[in-house]
């Protein structure tokens, strides 16, 4: 980290109790940046403890309070959050090291096994946009290139879809649970942030077609691999199977996973992403010995 | 010719379905979100979404009962065409979302299963697992994103609708909309303009709802002159878990798949729930409501949970209330296939798991039936005239609202499951309306109208932006004062109303706008500043929750989940049968006078001279189910329902 400012954490004042029983205060120490292409730098917080928080409450508390641990006026922190119950997939961060929704890190669980502070940081994978926040359009770019949908003929009255197995509901389920939170893609050793800035002259349009360009040529991760293994088993969604899994097998695609399984292990869906990314390579193989025969 | 467009604000269920459909019809659309729409608050829905299906039907049932049990529900405060159309398209619209890919739980034969839930006595509830609103909310997302790459939508996500523009005809014709992230101001001119911004419970402080639901765009729209339904209608939720920054939802599916609600009888009885034997247990629900149980509506099940712990004084624990919600007792694969997205919410911020234990829930604010005032077009039989641009349109010309910020389908009180189907329902029959609207303008396009009338909006929301950073550093912190609005408006505009605290209330918020419109930020810089988006939407607050607590004021009667002791019909206490009698004659004379004087909606316009809401009474459409008393066959009420009754019998032979 050659960009920060405080090498951390260094010498600020520091809560004089923070083993996180009432009535007392901890540290808490968060990764700034004012914008894109800005410095990162360290930045300390003390936080009255209460029952029952998490670092959502944390987060607010210091934009309430807006003064850091040596007493300096601050802006608030920029965080993203929504649903505050880990189903919107806004509020990722790393926390204490570990890629997590800041919505259900408790801080007793996290005063437990570091009682000196609590350590809050932007995922490094996606560009930040200020302090916590980072854009994540690219995700959403990943799942156009898959054509992630299933491609019904109209929303006019069509009686039913097809009837499933609950085998075929409970798989299904599971993977359509991801709340493209990028747990899966932070923790992954081959995906890689991309990061560009907008040309002179160049138009908001101009910029987000070349972005797009790059977005799909890149890794489009676990998360992508299961949405291809999700649409392609759906009894109309398979119809189409074949553009899928040219995306699949595209610049970007399957091939880039060198199976390291840290994208399972984060991913707090619980989505059996090493199983799907199996399956899916399977899909992949026979469909490149068929290309390859067709020709 | 330039190409007519839609500005589609909010990209819940509503708004992605109302996307969807006018995509599908050759419109384009700008799609705009405070959030990335995968993350909009319909996602957080749980328990599932109602329509009448081939078991129900086979059980007796028919669309006809689904619009009985919602009007019933929402004690006849609800415009009944707009229902009776629902409750008809309700099996189309879950065959399509079906369609869509939605993940429903299967039979073991591979048909949809359904579960039931309050106000009802059929299973009509489809859902996928226990986060139904997330499936269904993927799938229109999804849909969306086909017609993102075809450019036909184009998303304008994280932006701030700031209000819609009007030009000197009153007519809209665009919008102005802030970006979250540059804070450029910018205009988008339009043809038509619908508002699909969902509830506005962050005016309670905390609620079961997300951090997006400020009600802002709602409130802008009222400020410019649209008008406000039934705004002292809140819901709020029997069973949420406690919490400091939000209070989670447990959902009603919960009781449908067999929860059940009680409390230890010995006041505080220190012994685990598990370790409580049943004759200790009292299950106040099933004892006064046998016919219905757990599954009262929602605002009778609040009141009893709520009269348990304050009245009775049976609360579970000694410094704080709440009963319990029971699931132990059932089948651990059960809880795993159906609920298993719920019980891991109690787990994760509880840390005890409710396979094992009984839960501890108490109310909380959950949804709002009010919202933007709008109309429809009926048709002879009573149904709405699908294609018509009156639908979902509110009084000023080219604005539509939609889902759960239009104040149509509820009435007084919302059953559990009608709302996902009322918002994706709403969103699809307005883009046929929308789109005749756009169609059939006769006029220019807005995107060939004069820059002027752009320029000037955008100027003006400049100068307010631009005074919001230059406010003084020294006043006061708007998070703070956002936690004491909170606190005013749960104490006297919830569960239970007086007329004294809500004059109380109205002082308090009052004085809390004053301040806030002089609040300082900490944030004073030009780039994602989070500071000014939530001060803006404080401030923004004030006019909703006025027309909330002077509706709630001027409303002398209890209705849904509205509910003012003073004016409680008294219960038949007689046990003499002559006596019962007289007394339910006069309780149902009491309820006829009463209708005649308030089965009428609360319509408020906005007066920016006196920041005041004026509000007006407008007739109900009861013409397809008359008024009954709503008793959902309480111990003691058969008189009552017995003498309403034979008065039917007797009006009709006099027919
Ligand atoms: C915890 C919970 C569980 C529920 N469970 C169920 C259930 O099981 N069944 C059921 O029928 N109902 C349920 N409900 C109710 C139901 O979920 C909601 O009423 C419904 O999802 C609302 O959808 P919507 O499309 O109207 O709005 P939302 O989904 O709230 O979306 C609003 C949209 O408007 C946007 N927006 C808001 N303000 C602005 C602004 N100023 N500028 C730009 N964009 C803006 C937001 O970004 C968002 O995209 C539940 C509600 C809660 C709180
Ligand atoms: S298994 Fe593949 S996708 Fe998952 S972390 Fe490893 S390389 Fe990444
Ligand atoms: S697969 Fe899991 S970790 Fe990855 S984006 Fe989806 S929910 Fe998040
Ligand atoms: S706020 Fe939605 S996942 Fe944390």
Same mark, same amino acid.
């Given at each position: 980290m050659s960009n920060t400012r405080h090498p951390h954490p260094n010498g600020e004042p520091r809560a004089s109790q923070s083993d996180g029983r009432p009535g007392r205060n901890f540290n808490v120490v968060v990764l700034r940046q004012d914008g894109p292409g800005r410095p990162s730098y360290w930045e300390r917080h003390i936080v009255e403890y209460e029952q029952d928080m998490n670092c959502i409450s944390v987060l607010q508390k210091i934009a309430a309070n807006a003064r850091t641990a040596d007493g300096r006026k601050v802006a608030p922190v920029a965080w993203d959050c929504n649903c505050l119950e880990e189903v919107c997939g806004a509020c990722t961060m790393v926390i204490n090291g570990r890629v997590r929704q800041a919505c259900t890190a408790l801080v007793d669980r996290l005063l437990q096994d570091n009682p000196e502070q609590i350590e809050l940081r932007p995922m490094r994978k996606f560009p930040v946009i200020r302090d916590l926040m980072v854009d994540r359009s690219r995700m959403f770019n990943t799942l156009k290139k898959l054509k992630a949908w299933v491609p019904v003929d109209s929303y006019l009255d069509m009686g039913p879809g097809p009837r499933q197995s609950q085998e075929n509901q409970q798989m299904a389920y599971v993977l359509s649970k991801c709340m493209s939170?990028?747990?899966?893609?932070?923790?992954?050793?081959?995906?890689?942030?991309?990061?560009?800035?907008?040309?002179?002259?160049?138009?908001?349009?101009?910029?987000?077609?070349?972005?797009?360009?790059?977005?799909d040529r890149a890794f489009i991760g676990a998360m992508g691999i299961a949405a291809v293994d999700l649409f392609n088993t759906n009894p109309v969604g398979r119809m189409t199977a074949t553009e899928r899994l040219d995306a699949l097998v595209a610049e970007g695609g399957i091939q880039i996973c060198g199976n390291a399984q840290n994208c399972v292990k984060v991913c707090p869906k619980e989505i059996p992403l090493t199983t799907s990314i199996a399956r899916a390579g399977r899909a992949a193989t026979v469909h490149m010995l068929k290309r390859w025969f067709d020709r | 010719m330039a190409r007519h467009r839609v500005i589609v604000v909010g990209g819940g269920l509503a708004g992605l379905a109302a996307t969807m459909k006018l995509a599908e019809l050759g419109v384009d659309i700008d799609l705009f979100s405070l959030t990335p729409v995968k993350r909009s608050h319909s996602c957080c829905a749980q328990g599932g979404i109602n329509s009448v299906n081939s078991l129900t039907r086979q059980l007796g049932d028919a669309e006809w009962k689904h619009f009985d049990d919602t009007v019933y529900g929402g004690d006849f405060l609800a415009h009944q065409p707009p229902v009776k159309e629902m409750t008809e398209w309700a099996p189309r619209i879950i065959d399509l979302m079906d369609r869509l890919g939605v993940t429903f739980n299967r039979t073991p034969e591979g048909f949809r299963d359904q579960r039931r839930f309050g106000g009802t006595l059929f299973a009509r509830t489809s859902f996928a697992g226990a986060t139904t609103g997330q499936q269904l909310l993927y799938a229109l997302d999804e849909q969306v994103r086909r017609w993102e790459v075809t450019a036909h939508v184009k998303k304008y996500e994280c932006f701030d609708y700031l209000?819609?523009? *009007?030009?000197?005809?009153?007519?809209?014709?665009?919008?102005?909309?802030?970006?979250?992230?540059?804070?450029?101001? %910018?205009?988008?001119?339009?043809?038509? *303009?619908?508002?699909?911004?969902?509830?506005?419970? *962050?005016?309670?402080?905390?609620?079961?709802?997300?951090?997006?639901?400020?009600?802002?765009?709602?409130?802008?729209?009222?400020?410019?002159?649209? %008008?406000?339904?039934?705004?002292?209608?809140?819901?709020?939720?029997?069973?949420?878990?406690?919490?400091?920054?939000?209070?989670? *939802?447990?959902?009603?599916?919960?009781?449908?798949?067999?929860?059940?609600?009680?409390?230890?009888?010995?006041?505080?009885?220190?012994?685990?729930?598990?370790?409580?034997?049943?004759?200790?247990?009292?299950?106040?629900?099933?004892?006064?409501?046998?016919?219905?149980?757990?599954?009262?509506?929602?605002?009778?099940?609040?009141?009893?949970?709520?009269?348990?712990?304050?009245?009775?004084?049976?609360?579970?624990?000694?410094?704080?209330?709440?009963?319990y919600l029971d699931v132990s007792h059932l089948p651990r694969q059960l809880l795993d296939r159906k609920l298993a997205g719920i019980l891991e919410i109690y787990e994760k911020f509880q840390g005890v798991d409710p396979r094992a234990t009984a839960m501890k829930i108490f109310p909380a604010v959950h949804y709002s039936m009010g919202g933007l005032w709008c109309d429809y077009e009926r048709t002879a039989e009573g149904g709405l005239n699908i294609g018509s641009p009156r639908n979902q349109q509110t009084n000023i010309p080219g604005i539509f609202a939609i889902g759960e910020c239009d104040y149509h389908y509820h009435g007084a009180n919302r059953l559990g499951a009608n709302s996902l189907v009322a918002c994706i329902f709403s969103g699809l029959i307005t883009a046929p309306g929308a789109a005749a609207l756009v169609q059939n303008l006769n006029g220019r396009a807005a995107a060939e109208l004069p820059s002027t009338l752009y320029? %000037?909006?955008?100027?003006?929301?400049?100068?307010?932006?631009?005074?919001?950073?230059? %406010?003084?550093?020294?006043?006061?912190?708007?998070?703070?004062?956002?936690?004491?609005?909170?606190?005013?408006?749960?104490?006297?505009?919830?569960?239970?109303?007086?007329?004294?605290?809500l004059d109380w209330a109205c002082e308090q918020v009052q004085d809390l706008e004053d301040r806030a419109r002089r609040a300082s930020l900490s944030d004073t810089g030009n780039w994602t500043n989070q500071n000014v988006i939530f001060t803006r939407a404080l401030v923004d607050m004030f006019p909703l929750a006025k027309t909330i607590l002077k509706g709630a004021r001027l409303r002398d009667e209890c209705r849904g989940a509205h509910y003012k002791p003073e004016f409680v019909f008294p219960e038949i206490h007689a046990t003499d049968p002559v006596q019962r009698r007289l007394e339910a004659e006069a309780w149902c004379d009491r309820f006829v006078e009463n209708n005649r004087r308030w089965l009428k909606s609360t319509v408020a316009s906005w007066s920016a001279e006196d920041r005041e809401p004026l509000i007006t009474y407008e007739d109900v459409d009861t013409s397809l189910i008359p008024p009954r008393p709503r008793l959902y066959g309480m111990v003691g009420g058969d008189i009552i329902e017995q003498v309403w009754r034979e008065r039917g019998v007797r009006e009709e032979a006099a027919v």
């Open positions: 939170c990028g747990c899966c893609l932070e923790a992954c050793p081959q995906y890689l942030k991309i990061e560009l800035e907008r040309k002179e002259g160049e138009t908001e349009e101009e910029f987000h077609a070349r972005e797009r360009e790059l977005h | 209000g819609p523009i *009007l030009d000197e005809n009153g007519v809209c014709r665009g919008s102005i909309a802030q970006d979250m992230v540059s804070m450029e101001i %910018r205009a988008f001119p339009a043809d038509a *303009l619908i508002i699909a911004s969902g509830g506005c419970g *962050l005016i309670y402080g905390r609620s079961t709802m997300s951090m997006a639901c400020t009600g802002s765009a709602v409130s802008r729209t009222f400020q410019a002159g649209a %008008r406000y339904g039934n705004g002292e209608f809140i819901q709020v939720h029997p069973t949420a878990i406690p919490g400091a920054d939000k209070l989670r *939802l447990m959902s009603e599916s919960a009781r449908g798949e067999g929860g059940r609600v009680w409390v230890p009888r010995k006041p505080q009885d220190p012994r685990p729930p598990q370790d409580i034997p049943e004759q200790d247990r009292y299950y106040f629900l099933e004892e006064r409501y046998p016919k219905y149980g757990n599954l009262v509506p929602r605002d009778i099940a609040t009141r009893e949970i709520f009269n348990v712990c304050t009245k009775e004084g049976l609360s579970v624990e000694n410094d704080r209330l709440c009963v320029d %000037r909006e955008t100027q003006r929301h400049l100068a307010r932006y631009k005074e919001l950073l230059a %406010r003084p550093h020294d006043g006061e912190n708007p998070y703070l004062i956002h936690r004491r609005l909170g606190d005013v408006m749960t104490k006297a505009a919830t569960v239970v109303r007086h007329n004294d605290e």
